[in-house]
């Protein structure tokens, strides 16, 4: 079992940049893979990025391919969401999400561990 803690969030004008982090604790926590998740007000949870527990592979969302970059850093078990040329319509509560079985950006509600979420505003 593992916790997940996120930070980064705030509130950025557009065209601005956000880091967000997620910090993972418990056993192994090397061993899980990560996604990032967003809920905008009204609208259902969507995939954002995720990336296996190797470093070796990587989704992103079409919405977010060429301006996020999910990296991580297993030596201090976390994830980061780097977060460039933001809109309006990135504006989210995000979270990151843990399992040791890859599920992917679609198959959200089969990831084991949840965190609390960061809230993200991008004003016009």
């Known amino acids: 079992q593992v916790q997940l803690v996120e930070s980064g969030g705030g509130l950025v004008q557009t065209g601005g940049s956000l880091t967000l982090s997620c910090v993972i604790s418990?056993?192994?926590?090397?061993?899980?893979?990560i996604g990032w998740f967003r809920q905008a007000p009204g609208k259902e949870r969507e995939g954002v990025s995720c990336?296996?527990?190797?470093?070796?592979?990587?989704y992103y969302a079409p919405s977010v391919e060429d301006r996020f970059t999910i990296s991580r850093d297993n030596a201090k078990n976390t994830v980061y969401l780097q977060m460039n040329s933001l809109k309006e319509e990135d504006t989210a509560v995000y979270y990151c999400?843990?399992?040791?079985?890859?599920?992917?950006?679609?198959?959200?509600?089969?990831?084991?561990?949840w965190g609390q979420g960061t809230q993200v505003t991008v004003s016009p």
């Open positions: 999400a843990a399992d040791r079985r890859m599920k992917g950006l679609l198959l959200f509600n089969l990831w084991d561990y």
């Open positions: 418990g056993r192994h926590a090397d061993l899980y893979h």
């Open positions: 990336i296996d527990r190797d470093d070796e592979v990587t």
